[in-house]
């Protein structure tokens, strides 16, 4: 409660201070900021016609393009423009985790009705999609924030967990090479502490304009930058009737990778032990041999 009050009181000062460089980023406006091929396919909202335009190159992990290079330009430098006023006034910008030395907030200075919006109207849909145990209902919250790696920017980034149920990842921009996301495993959270195995890891490499799509329990790290920056905008989407459903959960997930694991072993078990019963009653049954 403290928490929220400060974070409340935070943004109010930010809202009533910083004049923003372009007005109209704070409103979704689908024409300007959103392909068309994109905005077509959520218009016709079938799996059909998102599979036209999303790829999946390792399950769970599903990929697209989707913003205008200009929103995108723009985005980079609407947040140059507020790092500029908060080293001008001396304010101290809210980082979006304890690793993140530039990383930027984009909900504290004003953008978070327009990423619920984007959120609600164009990431739910192919959520509902693909993440349909995720997405029964509409998600009811987010965390939308900006960051920056490279050589003199924020480094890698190690194995972690997001505090999400669906992570959309967007590359603004990306210079040099290095960066790529390495993918380790989806993992419930029975399992979060399980090693992942060789079949659970999955290079993805950024590139500019494209979104990637996973759920924030798919276990991932960042590569070291080897040159040159990137920049990424990164939404949170949470659901808490679905955090809520995760207590009720069935024994085994499947899809995490650990329970696909385990489960497969249960089932071999099981039919050894089944297969052994049927020799034993096979060689009860034959009849003795005469002498």
């Not at 304010?91 to 030395?101: A, G, Q």
């Not at 924030?145 to 980034?157: L, P, W």
Request: glycine letters at 6%; one cysteine or more; charged letters at 30%.
């Amino acid at each position: 409660m403290f928490q929220a009050k400060r974070r409340k009181t935070y943004r109010q000062e930010i809202i009533s201070n910083y004049q923003p460089r372009f007005k109209g980023l704070y409103k979704l406006d689908p024409k300007l900021f959103l392909l068309p091929s994109f905005r077509k396919a959520i218009s016709e909202n079938t799996e059909e016609s998102f599979r036209r335009i999303i790829s999946e190159p390792f399950p769970g992990v599903f990929v697209f393009k989707m913003f205008q290079p200009d929103f995108s330009e723009k985005l980079l430098l609407e947040v140059e423009n507020f790092r500029k006023w908060a080293n001008e006034t001396n304010f101290t910008i809210r980082r979006p985790d304890n690793t993140s030395k530039y990383g930027v907030v984009l909900d504290d200075f004003g953008l978070d009705i327009m990423l619920k919006q984007l959120m609600d109207d164009f990431i739910f849909p192919i959520c509902k999609v693909f993440f349909p145990e995720v997405c029964g209902t509409m998600f009811d919250s987010h965390y939308g924030f900006f960051i920056e790696n490279g050589e003199d920017r924020d480094a890698d980034v190690g194995f972690h967990v997001e505090d999400s149920d669906i992570t959309l990842n967007v590359c603004l921009s990306k210079q040099g090479e290095g960066g790529e996301i390495l993918f380790a495993g989806a993992r419930c959270n029975k399992h979060m502490d399980i090693d992942p195995k060789p079949e659970e890891y999955f290079d993805y490499c950024h590139i500019p304009g494209q979104a990637i799509l996973h759920r924030g329990c798919h276990v991932h790290g960042a590569r070291a930058t080897a040159s040159g920056r990137r920049a990424n905008m990164i939404l949170w989407c949470q659901n808490s009737l679905f955090r809520e459903m995760q207590t009720y959960e069935p024994e085994f997930s499947d899809w995490c990778g650990q329970c696909v694991h385990e489960e497969k072993e249960n089932k071999s078990q099981i039919l050894a032990v089944k297969r052994k019963e049927m020799f034993r009653i096979e060689s009860e049954a034959e009849p003795p041999r005469k002498k």
